[in-house]
Each structure stands twice: as structure tokens, then as C-alpha cells.
């Protein structure tokens, strides 16, 4: 009787810790994104994001990677570029795009890679949108993103594809190496 008594007791304590957690392992150690996409590619993507700065040979980049896995089927980063070291971002409004004149603007690039690597970027004119920072520390960073992004012909000089992205909600966590 004092067996059934703890098999009970252990079965219960077993699907106990197996719950639903809203909060999984993977959000804790690579954050999350997810965004609408349509044009020549349409979805709903959703994965992971962390962030990551570096300078080498004088020149500076910070970005917010994200990309889905297991399997692989899209990458989007958003990146500044800079000849002077570049901080961690603060909260507010930055651009995305060439046109830009902001003291720290950004480019945006996209790869789908279900579809033979298409690649999309927001580096060609009338191409681009805006990250909105909300939360930024060295923890974490949370945001928003929209924007439109084109595919080049580098062979031909011209502009064959676009995508537009747009709902983007992100929270970064800093890069895990």
C-alpha cells in the first residue's frame, strides 16, 4: 500500500516539473524573434536573437542576429557599421537604410534559406525602415522592426525582388560563444 502511496506521489511530482512553461530554456539562453514577411517570400518567421559587437582593422560593427534552427531556413540581421567604436545602442528610433542621416543608422540583411539563399538587403536606394529599441542594457535588448528589403542583380544592375517585413518584435540576449 505504501508503494502505490509513492508511485502516486512520484508520478505526480514527475508531470509537475514536465508543465508548460511560457518561459522556455531556449528564450533564456538565445532570446527571441518574430516577424510577418511578404513580397517574393510570405510566413510568419519566428527564432532565435542575441546581439554582438566587435572592432578589427579599424572599423566597428554591432548587430542583432536572429535565425530560426533545426531546420535552418532564414537569417536576418540588423547591423551598424562605423570607423569609431559604436556603443551598445540606447532606447529610441534609429534608421535602416542608405538614406539616412543619422549619426548611427543601420543596414538590414535577409537570407532565406529554404529558397536556394535568396539574399534581400536594405542597402539600395528607396530600400530600408526603422528599429525602435525599447530596452537596452548589457542583459538584454527588446525592440521592434519594420522595413523593405530588395534583391540586387549585381550581373544586370538592378533591383529584381523585394520582401517587406514587418510586426517585428525582438529580445536579444547577448552573444553565447
Known sequence: MNYRLLTIALVAAFIGACSDNSS?????????????????????????ADFYSMSSFGI??????????????????IMAFSNEDIERPGTGTYPIGP???????F?????DESIDYEEY???????GGTLTITESNSD?????????????????GEVIGEVAISSGSFTALPRQF
Open 24 to 48: 522556455s530554456i531556449l528564450d533564456d539562453q538565445f532570446g527571441e524573434v518574430t516577424f510577418n514577411i511578404s513580397g517574393d517570400i510570405t510566413g510568419e518567421k519566428s527564432g532565435m
Open 60 to 77: 566597428s560593427t554591432w548587430e542583432i542576429s536572429m535565425s530560426d534552427f533545426n531546420p535552418s531556413t532564414f537569417s536576418l540581421v
Open 99 to 105: 538614406n539616412s542621416e543619422s549619426d548611427l543608422y
Open 107 to 111: 543596414s538590414a540583411y535577409y537570407a
Open 121 to 127: 538587403s536594405s542597402d539600395f536606394e528607396g530600400f
Open 140 to 156: 538584454r535588448i527588446r525592440g521592434t522592426f519594420q522595413m523593405t528589403l530588395g534583391m540586387f542583380d549585381y550581373d544586370n
